[in-house]
């Protein structure tokens, strides 16, 4: 009896050595990934077929799966559906890693960046936006404060000086009694046939196919707001992710991008650009 015992453990303890010499850790396999899913909403498709050529011919496949809005593409990425996210700027990745305990990360080298601007199709001017307009800006928390300090720069609102992520319960002047209406950013531009003006994303604008350079008024700090490769903070550093975000500064991939997109994205030639 003692020896078939000591037989029935022998066998256990070769098994499971054999399973820990000939498997790698996951983090190893990530690192290791030849075979990359990336996730977009159908905006981010343009860069990821702008990356797609030259980055499957440093040995990787690809697959991009399509998403209706930002904050889906990343959870989607926080959970492993896509390896990697594109269309985020990294402050947003932030503030989604605050509010969900979320691990994502922005690989180095940095893409490029878009604006916000103030459009609409009532008034050439803010100066004829009138008394108890209709303005619409993003419902989320980091670009609704980007929108509400544009909106504060050309001085239609005045902005709780303490605060430093301001939402629409922090404006504490108001002189033409503005309605600020948030919404998801994806309606913003949609809703320029209602409101009478609306804060609206250079890319929201092209995609719809407006000029992004009719604004009545623009952002100062976008360029502290890179956008590019987002994946899992383990991730961040391996070769498939380094490899994909380096595509970003190649000349022929950048005019492809700025074909599609006339006047939509600056791009990095630094990462120091960014003030951090």
């Known amino acids: 009896m003692l020896k078939k015992i000591l037989g029935i453990m022998s066998a256990i303890i070769m098994t499971v050595g054999f399973a820990t010499g000939c498997s790698k850790s996951s983090t190893e396999v990530e690192k290791d990934k030849k075979h990359i899913v990336v996730g977009g909403t159908s905006i981010s498709e343009v860069t990821y077929q702008a990356i797609k050529e030259k980055y499957e011919n440093m040995g990787y496949t690809t697959e991009f799966v399509s998403f209706d809005s930002n904050p889906v593409v990343l959870e989607a990425c926080n959970n492993g559906e896509v390896d990697i996210s594109l269309g985020q700027h990294k402050k947003f990745v932030s503030s989604y890693n605050e509010s969900n305990n979320g691990d994502l990360d922005m690989v180095k080298?940095?893409?490029?960046?878009?604006?916000?601007?103030?459009?609409?199709?009532?008034?050439?001017?803010?100066?004829?936006?009138?008394?108890?307009?209709?303005?619409?800006?993003?419902?989320?928390?980091?670009?609704?404060?980007?929108?509400?300090?544009?909106?504060?720069?050309?001085?239609?609102?005045?902005?709780?000086?303490?605060?430093?992520?301001?939402?629409?319960?922090?404006?504490?002047?108001?002189?033409?009694?503005?309605?600020?209406?948030?919404?998801?950013?994806?309606?913003?531009?949609?809703?320029?046939?209602?409101?009478?003006?609306?804060?609206?994303?250079?890319t929201h604008m092209s995609n719809a196919k407006k000029d992004p350079a009719k604004y009545i008024a623009r952002d100062n700090k976008m360029i502290d707001y890179p956008m590019g490769v987002i994946v899992k903070k383990e991730n961040s550093n391996a070769d498939w992710s380094v490899d994909f975000a380096k595509c970003f500064r190649e000349k022929d991939v950048q005019k492809e991008i700025n074909d599609a997109f006339p006047g939509v994205f600056e791009f990095y030639t630094d990462d120091n650009q960014v003030k951090e």
């Open 109 to 202: 080298p940095y893409g490029y960046y878009t604006g916000i601007g103030l459009y609409s199709e009532k008034y050439s001017s803010v100066d004829e936006i009138p008394k108890n307009a209709k303005i619409a800006i993003m419902n989320d928390a980091m670009n609704m404060d980007i929108a509400l300090r544009i909106l504060e720069d050309v001085g239609l609102i005045k902005i709780d000086e303490s605060v430093k992520n301001a939402t629409v319960a922090d404006i504490v002047e108001n002189p033409k009694n503005i309605s600020v209406v948030d919404m998801d950013q994806a309606q913003t531009v949609t809703s320029l046939k209602d409101m009478d003006a609306a804060c609206v994303f250079f």
